[in-house]
């Protein structure tokens, strides 16, 4: 397995820090908002990241924080006239609600920062006996940015090549305009915790120091995140954790692509920025997934009315592929054919996690299963085991074909399904009546709606048609 590292700028084989198992961490979500689609891409992207390395025999201890202190966050409850911990409570259900319709699996841990403020003290007690921190007389503590000699490796940015400005807090309590908060001094009235500096919370950066160290251990396999992290905040996690231990803190770092609608970049000033339950709203959970899987982990996806037709109909040939054939048996380990798709998909997601050429396998495997329904139904069974179980890998093709051929969890049908059940009455009474005009004028009208219908030996069935 090879695994690209944003460290080295490269492929590099993945060999784990303990033989079997996984240790990972990814910077999750500051709980002032509902989440966005962005966050949909990270949190789906290391969900399948994560199902693989396990279907692939590693034991993977996937750690995901939740920052529930923040200026966000006290600007948000201070709006809102609600309590913080009200505000971060409802928005942590939401998330988890969000993640459940993804079919996004919850991490093996999910530490909170505010129930890591003793751990983040110590570590930055640490960095200021170290040298490598300071209390300044305002009561917040910075970190000293020009101490730590690889400042930088992560993004290839060199020291005086930064600017104060855009992304760096200016203050006159600093040594050094690069330097960065690791903890602040409360304002009256904030919530706050007591600190040999004085009453404060903590910057955001040491969070993710001293909850993935906490959970994972001074050096770990794999720490992940969104395209935005890399700097400041992921560049100023490995200065703090390695000034702090004197170790390698993490040996893969791996980072999602960013999201962009109608091929623009996501942001309200543009008025394209989408919740996720707004679009699940108005879109079948597995069809915006799909969409994500699609593209490669690292590539930006564009989000459109267009780009999430192509997804419904991908997902369409495998449903009607996987329509009509059992799949609730063991996979059969003699078969030739499945050993040769499996070997493929494997190759696929060794090669990072490469989901396009996966899906690539899947479509062949698609198929292979329509060509052998007739003649092979045997073999047709296998191959669509194996479809259903590689799908699963993706977190995707695990509703029954009916459902999502019917398009039972869409929300905008033109009829309710009993309303179409009663037109295809009609239209078996039509055709009773020898009145085939009328039946075939009844066909129509679904068709115009989107609606199709299948007629066979065994009756009429219908599905939703895919936008064009």
């Not at 970190?143 to 290839?156: E, I, S, T």
């Not at 564009?302 to 799949?327: H, I, M, P, Q």
Request: hydrophobic share 40%; charged share 25%; proline share 4%.
């Amino acid at each position: 397995m090879h695994i690209y590292n944003t460290l080295t700028r490269r492929k590099e084989p993945f060999t784990p820090l303990v033989a079997g198992k996984v240790s990972m961490y990814v910077c999750g979500m500051t709980v002032y908002d509902y989440c966005h689609l962005g966050h949909a891409r990270v949190m789906v992207a290391f969900d399948v990241i994560t199902r693989y390395l396990r279907e692939r025999g590693y034991e993977v201890k996937y750690v995901r924080n939740i920052t529930d202190i923040d200026d966000k966050i006290l600007k948000r409850a201070d709006e809102n006239d609600e309590s913080i911990t009200a505000l971060t409570e409802r928005m942590i259900v939401a998330m988890h609600e969000d993640e459940a319709r993804l079919n996004v699996l919850p991490p093996s841990h999910e530490p909170k920062a505010t129930g890591h403020v003793g751990d983040i003290i110590a570590m930055i007690e640490t960095l200021i006996e170290k040298g490598f921190a300071y209390a300044a007389d305002n009561g917040d503590v910075y970190y000293r940015v020009r101490r730590f000699a690889d400042y930088g490796k992560l993004n290839n940015r060199q020291l005086d090549d930064m600017r104060a400005g855009s992304r760096v807090d200016v203050d006159v309590h600093k040594e050094d305009p690069l330097d960065f908060v690791l903890w602040k001094a409360a304002k009256p009235g904030e919530a706050s915790w007591s600190s040999p500096w004085g009453d404060g919370r903590p910057g955001w950066h040491i969070e993710c120091s001293a909850m993935s160290t906490c959970c994972l251990g001074d050096t770990f396999d794999i720490h992940g995140g969104g395209p935005d992290l890399t700097f400041p905040h992921h560049e100023n996690e490995i200065a703090q954790s390695e000034a702090a231990t004197g170790k390698t803190y993490v040996n893969t770092w791996m980072h999602a692509g960013a999201v962009r609608v109608d091929q623009e970049k996501m942001s309200k000033s543009l008025g394209n920025f989408f919740t996720i339950r707004e679009v699940l709203a108005e879109h079948d959970p597995e069809v915006v997934r799909y969409l994500l899987v699609a593209s490669h982990y690292r590539s930006a996806i564009n989000y459109s009315l267009d780009s999430l037709s192509e997804a419904r109909k991908s997902l369409t040939r495998f449903y009607t592929a996987l329509e009509g054939v059992d799949v609730e048996f063991p996979a059969p380990s003699d078969h030739p054919a499945d050993t040769i798709y499996r070997e493929r998909f494997t190759a696929a997601m060794d090669d990072d996690f490469n989901t396009p050429e996966a899906l690539a396998v899947l479509f062949d495997l698609a198929r292979d299963v329509n060509r052998t329904k007739s003649d092979a139904p045997e073999k047709a069974q296998g191959l669509a085991v194996e479809l259903k179980q590689m799908g699963g890998v993706l977190g995707l093709l695990q509703q029954s074909p009916e459902a999502f051929l019917k398009g039972s969890q869409q929300q905008n049908l033109a009829l309710s399904e009993s309303a179409i059940n009663e037109k295809i009455a009609q239209r078996q009474a039509a055709k009773a009546n020898k009145d085939f005009a009328q039946a075939d004028a009844i066909r129509d009208e679904l068709a115009a709606l989107g609606i199709i219908l299948k007629d066979s030996r065994e009756g009429t069935t219908w599905v939703v048609e895919s936008a064009s």
